[in-house]
Each structure stands twice: as structure tokens, then as C-alpha cells.
């Protein structure tokens, strides 16, 4: 039995108000079924509110009008993200005042409020589900479909493994990849890996030897991939990029058992589809054309959809670097990153948590 997704394309037939993407959205979402289930329920909508200059997370505008029908079928409705503080989100247009709701660190005031559970693979032993996640009642899963240089891809999946959990579980997943390991013969000491690393983590002692404080790494890659030489690689298990997928997926099964049957809501935005994750605190150009919204109650569904949807032979060229062409065979974020994004379909579909078997029901 195949899992519905609802669709809303960016496909629009007549010049009018009621055929742009913000208006098939509010559409959308009167098929959800969120109405029968949210009314008096706190009510968590989990999104990534950006970094530093990025612009292709959610436009305010679909986080306001889902707000708004929340609200107005009786949700107690708040935004979460991990972090909020430091990514300060009113400098790209994410407050209360035009967001309708607060916006709140998933992991309370002080970061520290959280939920331990135990997971036992490899080396990803613990997980912390945030405290402010654990504690609703309702999970909308509001995620921004792109590129994800550790897994291929990110999206709904990513959104709860990466975003509804503490730091140290974010380190715990990615360092399932392996440690960092620098080529002192290599490096030209350009900075780039020390610029393009948003934790504090890394830094060129003194003598110019390339140090990262543990402690502070998140295994993102970021260095790895700024790095014009190749000085900084993955070590330990190597590029273990699908053991990574699993750690995603088990930390997304970690969070998604604190909720009640049927109280989770997944919808992607398709959107400035770009290669990198939004956490890179930059925004390049469109990968490929929008294609719209999906959404579904089952993660796997929804997921399959969104990556089926995003075509190879749609690339945009001015999305990848100049001189960056696609290799191999493949889904297009796989011909970028080297990296299966299915992977992440799998091991969720192994763990129970939905089918790839999907029907697309496009709201005009
Ligand atoms: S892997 Fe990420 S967090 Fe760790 S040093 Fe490199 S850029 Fe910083
Ligand atoms: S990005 Fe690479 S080459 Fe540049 S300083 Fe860092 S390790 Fe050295």
C-alpha cells in the first residue's frame, strides 16, 4: 500500500495569485489532516533557520502561513532550531513578529536541555533528544530539500537527526565518518579551513601546525571540503558515508519514538535547491529549477519523492563551482558528493519508520 505525499508544484498555469507556490501551500495543508490532530497540542515546528549570509532556507512566508493555520486549527505552536543564538535569525528575517510564534532553542536557554537514549552503534553510543522537542506534543518536520556534503543530501531526515538533538550527538553521527588527519606537505596555508569552520574548532598553532579542538568539532567536513589541496582528509573508518546515513537514521528513530502515533508531520520545501546544507552559512545558486512542496506523514515517503524529483538532466551548471562538473552515474547529489543519497532511504525503511513506496497527489 503505497504512502501518500500531497504535492504543490511551482508549476502554474495562468498568470494569478491562487497558482503561486505560497497559495498551493495553504491548499496543502488544509489535506493534511493537521487539523484533527493539533488543536490544544504544543505544537513544535522544526525548520533551519539559516547561518550568517545564507538565503535559501524556508522563506518567512511559508513559515507564517503555516504558523497561521496552525494556530487557527488550536495549535500552541513554537519554532525550533538547534543553536538559535549564535545563528541569529532575525538577520534573515526569522523573528516572532513576522513568524507569528516564538522562535526557541531546541535545546533551551542554556543548550543544555535534553533527553539522554541509548543507541549502541559503533562508535555513536548516546543520543540527547532536545528537551524542547521531547516535550511537544506534535512535530511538524518543516525542512529545505538540498545537498549535504557528509550524506549526499539533506532533508527531512536530516532536519530531526541533526536538528531535534544536542551537539553531542551531532558529533556522535558524524564522527562516524572518521577523524580529520592534515598533510603538513600539502597545506599552502591559505586559512580557508580555518574561515570555513562555524565551531571554533580548528586553528594553526604558532608553529603553523593545523590543530582541531575536538571538543568543539562536529565532523561537518567543511574544512575538509574548503581545503583547495586536499591537506585535510577523513580518517579512522575513512569515508564512511554510509555508516553516517545509519547514524542519521537511528538518531531520527531516537526522536521519533518521544511522539505518539500520527503526531509527526513531515513537508519539504523544494526550493533553492543547492548543493551544500544550509549550516554552511552561505547560499550558491540553484541546482536545479524549484519544483515545489511535498509533504506527507511518512518521512520515507516524502523523502523518496523529494530526491525522485531532482533530476540529473535538470542541472542548473551555474550551481556547482566553476569548473566543477558531475561524475559518475547516479542521482545528481551523488554525482556532486560521491555519495548515495538512498543510503538514508534505506536504513530508515530498515528501521520501520516508512515506505519508498509513495502516490504523488499534486494540489492544483
Ligand atoms: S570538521 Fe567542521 S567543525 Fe571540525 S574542524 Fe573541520 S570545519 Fe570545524
Ligand atoms: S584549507 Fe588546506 S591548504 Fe588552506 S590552510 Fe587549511 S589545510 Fe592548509
Known amino acids: 500500500m503505497p504512502s501518500k505525499v500531497l504535492f504543490a508544484p511551482v508549476a502554474f498555469a495562468k498568470f494569478e495569485k491562487s497558482q503561486t507556490l505560497p497559495a498551493k501551500f495553504e491548499r496543502l495543508l488544509d489535506q493534511t489532516g493537521l487539523e484533527k490532530i493539533v488543536g490544544g497540542k504544543k505544537t513544535a515546528v522544526k525548520m533551519h533557520l539559516g547561518d550568517g549570509l545564507s538565503y535559501s532556507t524556508i522563506a518567512p512566508v511559508f513559515v507564517r502561513t503555516l504558523v497561521r493555520k496552525l494556530q487557527g486549527w488550536g495549535a500552541r505552536c513554537f519554532i525550533a532550531d538547534h543553536d538559535v543564538i549564535n545563528r541569529k535569525p532575525d538577520e534573515r528575517g526569522y523573528t516572532e513578529s513576522i513568524l507569528g510564534c516564538p522562535i526557541v532553542d531546541a535545546c533551551g536557554m542554556t543548550g543544555n536541555y535534553m533527553y539522554?537514549?541509548?543507541?549502541?552503534?559503533?562508535?555513536?553510543?548516546?543520543?540527547?533528544?532536545?528537551?524542547?522537542?521531547?516535550?511537544?506534543?506534535?512535530?511538524?518536520?518543516?525542512?529545505?530539500?538540498?545537498?549535504?556534503?557528509?550524506?549526499?543530501?539533506?532533508?527531512?531526515?536530516?532536519?530531526?537527526?541533526?536538528?531535534?538533538?544536542?551537539?553531542?550527538?551531532?558529533?556522535?553521527?558524524?564522527?562516524?565518518?572518521?577523524?580529520?588527519?592534515?598533510?603538513?606537505?600539502?597545506?599552502?596555508?591559505?586559512?580557508q579551513c580555518i574561515e570555513s569552520c562555524n565551531h571554533n574548532a580548528n586553528e594553526f598553532t604558532a608553529d603553523g601546525i593545523y590543530s582541531v579542538f575536538y571538543h568543539n568539532c562536529t565532523y561537518c567536513g567543511h574544512c575538509v571540503k574548503m581545503c583547495p589541496t586536499g591537506a585535510i582528509t577523513t580518517t579512522g573508518l575513512g569515508n564512511q558515508y554510509e555508516a553516517f546515513q545509519e547514524g542519521m537514521a537511528l538518531s531520527t528513530k531516537g526522536v521519533l519514538e518521544t511522539f505518539a502515533p500520527g503526531h509527526v508531520y513531515y513537508i519539504n520545501v523544494l526550493t533553492q535547491i543547492t548543493a551544500l546544507c544550509d549550516c554552511w552559512g552561505l547560499t550558491t545558486p540553484s541546482l536545479v529549477p524549484d519544483i515545489g512542496i511535498m509533504a506527507s506523514d511518512d518521512i520515507v515517503a516524502v523523502e523518496s519523492a523529494c530526491l525522485d524529483a531532482i533530476k540529473a538532466d535538470d542541472l542548473i551548471p551555474v550551481g556547482l563551482p566553476l569548473g566543477i562538473e558531475l561524475k559518475g552515474e547516479g542521482h545528481l547529489f551523488e554525482r556532486i558528493h560521491g555519495k548515495n543519497p538512498f543510503v538514508q532511504l534505506e536504513a530508515l525503511e530498515r528501521h520501520g519508520l516508512g515506505t519508498r513506496n509513495y502516490e504523488l497527489i499534486t494540489i492544483d
Open 116 to 191: 539522554e537514549k541509548k543507541v549502541s552503534y559503533k562508535s555513536f553510543e548516546v543520543m540527547d533528544v532536545a528537551g524542547e522537542i521531547h516535550d511537544a506534543d506534535v512535530l511538524i518536520d518543516f525542512s529545505h530539500v538540498k545537498g549535504h556534503g557528509g550524506c549526499g543530501y539533506g532533508g527531512a531526515c536530516k532536519n530531526i537527526a541533526m536538528g531535534c538533538v544536542s551537539h553531542r550527538t551531532r558529533r556522535g553521527i558524524h564522527g562516524l565518518e572518521g577523524g580529520l588527519e592534515w598533510d603538513k606537505e600539502k597545506c599552502i596555508h591559505c586559512n
